[in-house]
């Protein structure tokens, strides 16, 4: 069994890319970040595990990376009309995915259910939960004030600049059942932390307690990928966030922030330079170089083969 801990486009790529991989689909969990989740026009909007969610049924939007494929603007386009919120931009067929998941957790199921149902129902083959069935929010803290994350992701267009993150909610969060259970199985056979921001995605997902002492404390080798790619981010902010945070944008600085998770390190063939400085740095990680840039199918596939083959080859060093 593999567990994949995911954001948003990008992770979702490497995670399509494991569930192509592996003989058998449902020997994948993809763990996603809900830190991103917000309540929008009384809509419960999940957006991290809907891009996963439509990129592992082949159906997410091959454009933007998030939303549906072949999707239609009717509702937004009238909303605007009335005067309505639509910075925010929901599909109209995606429109379907907030509307259902709003109605049956108001009808008392968990986020975990609600999930996974509609990933089957939408031929996902392999398994997805929440980091969390309790509510996380990320908050940003810019040079503007606190802004909540799609505010700032969204609508400011990540122009504030960041100053700190906080995770609302985190503190009392409890991990979700197949989170849990899955770092308790023993047939676990790696833990693969996707190429996602390292900051906005991944740090929810290690706010929740315990989260980090077990994964550190996982037998199975954990592998992070490096969303960072020749000092630039592959999508999104993370190499302006480590720009502003006084931080050096580089492959480095993600293996560090992770380094009392890690057994192995991927980063892109471009960044091999830096591997024997990372490797001397952070003692006894071991760091591999593979094509991690994304373009399309085969290459989500080939990076999750050389990421499997990666944990193979640490589980039996
Ligand atoms: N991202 C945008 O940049 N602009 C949008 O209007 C937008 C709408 C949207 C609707 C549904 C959904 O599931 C995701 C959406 N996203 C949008 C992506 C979302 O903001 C994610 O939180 C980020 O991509 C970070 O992972």
């Known amino acids: 069994m593999i567990l994949a ?30 830190g991103d989740d917000f309540e929008h026009l009384g809509l419960s909007i999940c957006p991290d595990l809907d891009t996963v969610m439509y990129t592992l049924s082949g159906r997410a939007n091959p454009e933007t990376g998030w939303g549906l494929a072949g999707e239609s603007w009717h509702f937004l386009d009238a909303l605007a009309v009335l005067g309505g919120e639509s910075w925010f931009r929901l599909g109209d067929r995606d429109l379907a995915t907030h509307v259902e998941r709003t109605h049956r957790m108001r ?6 259910a609600v999930t996974a149902d509609l990933a089957a129902r939408l031929g996902v083959p392999s398994r997805i939960a929440p980091m969390s069935d309790d509510p996380v929010r990320t908050v940003v803290e810019t040079g503007e004030g606190a802004l909540p994350f799609q505010e700032y992701f969204v609508r400011r267009r990540c122009e504030p600049a960041v100053r700190d993150l906080r995770f609302e909610g985190a503190p009392a969060a409890r991990m979700s059942a197949a989170f849990e259970a899955a770092l308790a199985d023993p047939s676990l056979e790696g833990v693969i932390v996707c190429p996602s921001n390292p900051y906005l995605s991944v740090d929810p997902i290690l706010a929740v307690p315990g989260v980090r002492a077990k994964l550190a404390a996982c037998p199975a080798p954990v592998v992070g990928v490096s969303p960072i790619v020749g000092g630039r981010a592959i999508k999104g902010p993370a190499a302006k966030i480590m720009a502003e945070l006084g931080v050096e944008a580089s492959a480095r600085t993600v293996a560090a922030r992770y380094r009392d998770l890690l057994d192995g390190f991927v980063l892109d063939e471009t960044d091999r330079a830096l ?25 989500r596939r080939r990076l999750a083969a050389g990421v499997l083959a990666f944990a193979r080859a640490l589980r039996e060093s």
């Open 5 to 34: 801990l995911a954001g948003g486009v990008g992770g979702a790529k490497l995670a399509a890319g494991l569930q192509a991989a592996l003989g058998a689909p449902d020997q994948l969990l993809t763990v996603v970040n809900t």
């Open 107 to 112: 009808a008392g199921e968990s986020l975990s």
């Open 275 to 299: 591997a024997p400085r990372i490797e001397s740095e952070l003692a006894g990680l071991r760091v591999r170089e593979e094509p991690t840039v994304m373009r399309g199918p085969d290459d």
